[in-house]
């Protein structure tokens, strides 16, 4: 791909099933996509988080089996 190709590409937004260049999107409408991109950012960071303290909780409660095992 040449430079000019890579200039002459639009972005695109897809939502619902259609496609939107970005840059055609009036000043709100990108804020708003924008705002869903952080917020869907967020969602990712919390998944993780939650899929870590759970990974977490099942070592504490396989030590905890394993030492009343012993017990």
Not at 14 to 30: Q, W
Not at 65 to 70: E, F, I, T, Y
Request: no cysteine; glycine share 2%; aromatic share 4%.
């Amino acid at each position: 791909m040449t430079n000019e190709d890579q200039k002459n590409k639009k972005a695109v937004l897809t939502f619902d099933g259609k496609k939107y260049f970005i840059d055609d999107l009036n000043d709100e409408i990108k804020v708003i996509v924008k705002n869903l991109q952080i917020a869907e950012a967020q969602l990712k960071m919390h998944e993780d988080t939650l899929k870590l303290i759970s990974l977490g909780r099942n070592t504490l409660a396989n030590d905890l089996r394993n030492k009343l095992k012993d017990n």
